[in-house]
Structures are given as structure tokens and as C-alpha cells.
């Protein structure tokens, strides 16, 4: 009886590790077929001259993270909070986003000494 | 006193004496069980505090914004359009809205620069949210120093602390008279930032935008009402995502709760049976663990949920904050008032307490009505 269960077991776990090799081999044969798709999206994106890869359609600024600015999610009215569902999904990039929210305890830099 | 009353009294007194036998186990659950509700909690209060947060600045906004779109984007309207809009019907003012984001070199923050409605400004002259001048720490009379479009610097007096309703206000508003406006932000004489109405009738509110619409095609109304909508559902939205996120901790919880409860010690289990043997019945020992578990799943409710309240106050926002805001964390940063409702806490109470009684109770009920001998002897 016990022996059964093992076989079982172990039978279940040799199945599951054929699928997984097997869609790691379709995945290698899917990426080698879709080398000219790549090279023809490269061709379009070249021409369009695009600026991201567009993984949220909602608003402009997760849109296009690297066109984005400081000002554009808060436009509706005076100090409204961004409010675009994929805001909180696509944060803004590195070259945006104030250090202040990350180190809050030491008050922000004095303003005065980062200007003439 | 009555026989059903003396009897929970107690039992009552055995939970306590029980608690107290086991305290170091009971002291684990509930720090384990607390952790959980405070992540869970801190997610509830947040979004609580930022949709009042939001409610609250749109309180003193205008019933209807009116901004202009040129190329796709938010463009400058003509001060000259306030006459067509104050002569439509149900319009009881309009007038021209001057303000504008404003980032601060040093710090990257953006800060919000607007011209107050009763212009008593002199040029050159400021007055400041209080956090904004904390931060820079800048006195009454001392002087704020501001880039122009043009990349100069312009000194600004501090004349006083700006009004503000809410914590954002504080830590990013600074008013400026109307000249000083356009020195900073270069919007020429004869446009403004957006335009606003007042309306008395909130059910005229869609039909005057519908005509601003017909009127101006390049014109987009916002309605204060909707924009309240909107972020009282994003943020419910975002807290969904956040707890979604958090359902992995959640559950490891529960599976620790089951694997507890579930396999009761040899000890709980000889306990059960001498009571049982000494002439408990199935119901004392079922409400015996009852009061047991609910001793230890409010302890963690309350523990979990006023430290949730309690983190707000922290120097250090809560981790899960930035989350919530989104691009938010653009502006400098702040702490927003807590709030919590009775509808939240309801949530939560039966979000986290019931699954623990539900797992508690279920095995004891199984103990509790084998018979007692054979508990012993195993």
C-alpha cells in the first residue's frame, strides 16, 4: 500500500518536471522563431521614435515615465493627489522622485543653500 | 446573582488563571496576531486618512473648474472668458484662477505657488504653509528664496503662515501676490491657470457643464463632486492592490492559527479531559475556549489597530504610505491626520477576529466530546 503511494508520488513529481522542462524548451524554440518579429518592432519603434514601452494606457505620465514631469498628475486642481490606477503600480522614476519621502527625519535640505 | 451568570463568572476566572499558566505561548499568538492586524489595519487607516485628507482640500474648492485643453494638454485659459461663464444661467461667479507647480531645486519637491482670492499680497512678498517653512526653517520676516522660469532667484519676504486646512496644504503652499505670480512662473498678463465657477444649485451642476462644453470644445469642466468620487474609489482601489499584496502574510497567519488550534498540545488535551472527568460538560469546555480565544484575538485586535493609529504619528511615515500615494510622493512629504470609522473597524473586527474563533473552537469541540478517559490516556 504504502509503496503504491510513493510510486504515485513520485510519478506526479516526474510528470510535472517533464511539463516544466517542456515549456522551458518551447519557450527557447518561441524565442529563436520571434528574432524577426524583435528586429521589425526595433525598425517601427526606431521610426516612431519612441520614448517607453507602453505598459499602462491610463494616464500620460505612467504612459511615458521618461517624458514625465514633476507637475502633469496633479493638474485637476490645486495640490490634487494623483489619481490614475496604475499610478501606484508604476511609481515615478528614479530621475523624478524626491529623496525627502525616503529620509523624512532629516527635515529636507535647506533651500537656501542649494541656490544662489 | 443567577445561575447562568455565576456560571460564566467562572469560567471566566479559569480563562484568566488558564491565560496566565500559558503566558509565554499566549504572549507569541498575540504579537504574531497583532503584527498581522496592524499590517492590515495600517492599509484601512491610510486609505481612511487620505480620502478624508482629499475630501476635506476639495471642501474649499470651487464647484466647477473650468481648465483649458490645447495640444492634449492642461493649456492657459484667457482671464476675458470669466464674463461668458458668469452670464450663463445658475452661475453665481466666476473668476480667473491663477496657480502653479513650482520645484524646488534643492530638494526636487513640488511645491504648489497660488495667489490668494483677496490679493492683499504686496510684491515680493509671501506667506507659506507652516511645514514649508519648518522645513526650511524659515522665520516670520525671514527671506524664501524661489528660481524664476527664467533660472534667476527672487527673493521673497515671509509675511506670515498660510492658511490650511489639511496636512498637504502645510507642507507645500506658498502664496504670492499676482505680479510676483508671473515673475516666477512667466504666464503672461491677460491668461490664467484655469477658471471657476460657483454654482448654488448642486443639480445644475451637470447641465452648466454640458453647456461650458458646447460653448468652448477646447473647454474641460471638472466638477468638485465627481473629483471626490473619483478619489474616495481610487484609493479604495489602491488599498484592494495593497491588501491583495498582503493576502501571502495574511494567510500564513491563518495556517499558523489552524496548525495551533487544530492540533491542540497533549496538555490541552489532558486538560479537556480531566475537566471534562470532573464534571464539565461539552458546552463549559466549548465556552471555556471561546473566552480563551476571544481573550486573545481582541488583545491583538486593539493591539494591532491603535498601533496602526499610533504609527501615523511617527517621524517616519508608514512604510506603506508611498504606496497608496502613488506620484503623490512627488510633493514634500506629510503626515495625514489619522481617521478611522466605525464601518473600517467593523471590517477589520470581522476581517481578522472570526477566522481565529472559527479555527479555535472547531478542534475543541472535537476534544471535547471524546470521551475523557481515553483523552487521559493518550
Redesign the interface.
Known amino acids: 500500500m504504502r509503496s503504491t503511494r510513493s510510486g504515485a508520488f513520485f510519478a506526479l513529481v516526474a510528470l510535472l518536471a517533464a511539463l516544466g522542462l517542456l515549456a522551458g524548451l518551447d519557450a527557447a524554440r518561441r524565442q529563436s522563431s520571434a528574432a524577426a518579429r524583435f528586429a521589425a518592432n526595433r525598425a517601427l519603434a526606431r521610426w516612431v521614435v519612441f520614448t517607453d514601452l507602453c505598459f499602462f494606457t491610463d494616464a500620460?505620465?505612467t504612459r511615458h515615465p521618461s517624458l514625465a514631469d514633476?507637475?502633469?498628475?496633479?493638474?485637476?486642481?490645486?495640490?490634487?493627489?494623483?489619481?490614475?490606477?496604475s499610478?501606484?503600480?508604476a511609481?515615478?522614476p528614479a530621475h523624478?522622485?524626491?529623496?525627502?519621502?525616503r529620509r523624512?527625519?532629516d527635515?529636507?535640505?535647506?533651500?537656501?543653500?542649494?541656490?544662489? | 446573582m443567577t445561575t447562568g451568570l455565576r456560571r460564566h463568572l467562572r469560567i471566566l476566572a479559569y480563562v484568566a488563571g488558564s491565560l496566565s499558566r500559558r503566558w509565554r505561548k499566549n504572549l507569541a499568538v498575540v504579537g504574531v496576531y497583532g503584527l498581522v492586524v496592524f499590517t492590515l489595519a495600517s492599509v484601512v487607516v491610510l486609505t481612511q486618512s487620505?480620502t478624508q485628507?482629499?475630501v476635506v482640500?476639495?471642501g474649499a474648492?470651487p464647484e466647477i473648474?473650468v481648465?483649458r485643453l490645447s495640444a492634449g494638454?492642461?493649456g492657459l485659459s484667457p482671464v476675458g472668458g470669466v464674463g461668458a461663464m458668469a452670464r450663463i444661467v445658475g452661475v453665481q461667479a466666476a473668476r480667473a484662477r491663477l496657480?502653479?507647480?513650482h520645484?524646488?531645486?534643492?530638494?526636487?519637491?513640488?511645491l504648489?505657488l497660488?495667489v490668494p482670492e483677496d490679493g492683499r499680497l504686496r510684491e515680493h512678498e509671501a506667506t507659506a504653509g507652516r511645514d514649508v517653512l519648518?522645513?526650511?526653517?524659515i522665520p516670520i520676516g525671514g527671506?524664501?528664496?524661489l528660481?524664476t522660469h527664467e533660472g534667476d532667484?527672487l527673493p521673497l519676504t515671509i509675511s506670515g503662515v498660510a492658511e490650511t486646512a489639511?496636512a498637504?496644504?502645510s507642507a507645500?503652499?506658498i502664496n504670492v501676490s499676482e505680479a510676483t505670480f508671473r515673475q516666477l512662473t512667466g504666464m503672461p498678463e491677460g491668461w490664467a491657470t484655469d477658471l471657476v465657477l460657483s454654482v448654488r444649485n448642486r443639480r445644475e451642476l451637470l447641465t452648466i457643464a454640458n453647456k461650458i462644453a458646447q460653448a468652448l470644445p477646447d473647454a474641460r469642466p471638472?466638477i468638485?463632486d465627481e473629483?471626490v468620487r473619483?478619489?474616495t474609489s481610487?484609493f479604495n482601489?489602491?488599498s484592494g492592490?495593497?491588501i491583495a499584496a498582503l493576502l501571502v502574510p495574511v494567510l500564513a497567519f491563518i495556517l499558523f492559527a489552524w496548525d495551533k488550534a487544530a492540533g491542540l498540545s497533549p496538555d490541552e488535551r489532558r486538560e479537556i479531559g480531566i475537566l471534562k472527568a470532573v464534571g464539565w460538560e461539552t458546552a463549559d469546555v466549548i465556552l471555556l475556549k471561546s473566552y480563551e480565544a476571544v481573550a486573545v484575538s481582541l488583545a491583538a485586535f486593539v493591539l494591532g489597530t491603535g498601533l496602526a493609529v499610533a504609527a501615523l504619528a511617527l517621524?517616519?511615515?508608514p512604510a506603506i504610505l508611498?504606496?497608496?500615494?502613488?506620484?503623490?510622493?512627488?510633493?514634500?512629504?506629510f503626515r495625514p491626520v489619522a481617521a478611522l470609522g466605525a464601518y473600517q473597524v467593523a471590517t477589520l473586527f470581522f476581517l481578522v477576529v472570526f477566522p481565529y474563533l472559527a479555527a479555535t473552537v472547531l478542534p475543541t469541540w472535537r476534544a471535547a466530546t471524546v470521551d475523557p478517559d481515553l483523552v487521559m490516556r493518550t
Do not use: K
Not at chain 2, 520645484?103 to 513640488?110: K, L, Q, V
Open positions: 500620460r505620465y514633476r507637475h502633469s498628475p496633479f493638474q485637476d486642481s490645486p495640490l490634487a493627489l494623483e489619481h490614475f490606477p499610478g501606484s503600480l511609481p515615478p523624478l522622485a524626491g529623496t525627502s519621502w523624512p527625519e527635515g529636507g535640505p535647506d533651500s537656501r543653500s542649494g541656490q544662489p | 487620505l485628507e482629499a482640500a476639495l474648492a473648474m481648465q494638454r492642461h496657480w502653479a507647480y520645484t524646488d531645486p534643492a530638494t526636487g519637491e513640488t504648489l497660488a519648518g522645513r526650511r526653517a527671506t524664501l528664496r528660481g532667484s489639511t498637504l496644504e507645500a503652499l471638472v468638485r473629483l473619483t478619489y481610487v482601489w489602491r492592490v495593497i517621524p517616519r511615515p508611498p504606496a497608496l500615494l502613488g506620484w503623490s510622493t512627488l510633493y514634500p512629504p
